[in-house]
């Protein structure tokens, strides 16, 4: 509940932001049409993006079933309609918080028209620096970034526990403290961060190839959750395989994309998710299936009533 109020508070700025930069371009009328004096079809989708690649793109918002933060969120309820409605309007939501988030970049284009690749990463803190006064800004600029704090805390945070739990407990130290356990998550999450922000300082990409790329991953994943929550025969051999080959796929349609920044399969325009999440679904089942069935023990702790798989 807490996360939940914090999370409400920081997003704040947002709506500030945006109420603040629209009232500057002199309304929202105004705004969108000096966008589209500057830039004719930005704000149209015919032309810019095909139609397999569009489709492509609806298979990307199934990232949010495999976010280890929203699983651990969801796993401390004790009932399934504790988490229904929030599981239900998750995708409502994202719409209001990301709406104003595309609409600040879309202006950003009109005032900083020259911003190209990962340059464009900065538009938000000089669109703020630009139509907020030196005080404001700072308030708006923190805001925000405490928004985006408040998302990657519990995503650290998560990861570490996975390392903990399911890593260094499960098959190193199975009697660890939890002074231990502690020390172990604070090394991990150290080591992680610090990975990343060496990474930032060398890989010249902008956040929505990154994003991408990061969201594909997930997605191609979503075959394991639903077949776990609906599928008997699943079998932790089937799953690993599936995970492999996610992992594999993701390093070679990486390599290719990277080179080649409008890569698509076969030239079709459909995005290598697809391609993916197809393989992940189909390594899924035929190792779930050449595989020993999991035990009835087992299977009946996840299935009590007959005919809910």
Same mark, same amino acid.
């Given at each position: 509940m807490g996360e939940r109020v914090s999370n409400a508070r920081?997003?704040?700025?947002?709506?500030?932001?945006?109420? #603040?930069?629209?009232?500057?371009?002199?309304?929202?009328?105004?705004?969108?049409?000096?966008?589209?004096?500057?830039?004719?079809?930005?704000?149209?989708?015919?032309?810019?993006?095909?139609?397999?690649?569009?489709?492509?793109?609806? #298979?990307?918002?199934?990232?949010?079933?495999?976010?280890?933060?929203l699983f651990m969120h969801w796993l401390t309820a004790r009932e399934a309609k504790s988490f229904r409605w929030p599981v239900v309007l998750y995708p409502i939501c994202i719409a209001v918080v990301w709406l104003p988030s595309v609409l600040l970049g879309v202006m950003g284009?009109?005032?900083?028209?020259? #911003? /190209?690749?990962?340059?464009?990463?900065?538009?938000?803190?000089?669109?703020i620096d630009l139509h907020a006064p030196g005080i404001l800004a700072g308030l708006l600029g923190a805001g925000v970034f405490g928004a985006?704090?408040?998302?990657?805390?519990?995503?650290? #945070?998560?990861?570490?526990?996975?390392?903990?739990?399911?890593?260094?407990r499960h098959y190193g130290?199975?009697?660890?403290? /939890?002074?231990?356990?502690?020390?172990?998550?604070?090394?991990?999450v150290t080591a992680i961060l610090a990975i990343v922000f060496a990474l930032s300082l060398v890989v010249d990409r902008s956040i929505f190839r990154l994003g991408i790329w990061s969201f594909s991953g997930f997605s191609a994943l979503f075959p394991v959750l639903v077949a776990s929550v609906f599928w008997r025969r699943t079998t932790s051999r089937g799953?690993?395989?599936?995970?492999?080959?996610?992992?594999?796929?993701?390093?070679?349609?990486?390599?290719?994309?990277w080179s080649d920044p409008g890569y698509s399969l076969w030239g079709t325009g459909l995005m290598p998710v697809v391609a993916m999440t197809i393989a992940s679904s189909v390594v899924l089942v035929i190792g779930s299936l050449v595989s020993r069935p999991p035990e009835d023990d087992?299977?009946?702790?996840?299935?009590?009533?007959e005919g809910s798989a």
């Open positions: 920081f997003y704040d700025p947002w709506a500030v932001t945006v109420g #603040l930069i629209v009232s500057r371009h002199g309304g929202i009328d105004a705004a969108l049409m000096s966008v589209e004096s500057v830039h004719p079809g930005l704000l149209v989708r015919e032309g810019a993006m095909s139609p397999t690649k569009f489709v492509s793109y609806m #298979l990307i918002p199934l990232f949010a079933g495999m976010f280890p933060h284009r009109v005032d900083f028209a020259g #911003l /190209e690749g990962p340059a464009a990463n900065a538009v938000l803190v000089k669109v985006v704090m408040s998302s990657l805390d519990s995503q650290v #945070l998560v990861v570490g526990t996975m390392f903990t739990q399911d890593g260094v130290i199975r009697n660890m403290s /939890e002074p231990q356990q502690v020390l172990f998550g604070r090394i991990f799953v690993i395989a599936a995970f492999a080959t996610v992992a594999v796929t993701w390093v070679y349609f990486l390599q290719r994309s087992r299977v009946r702790r996840f299935f009590e009533a």
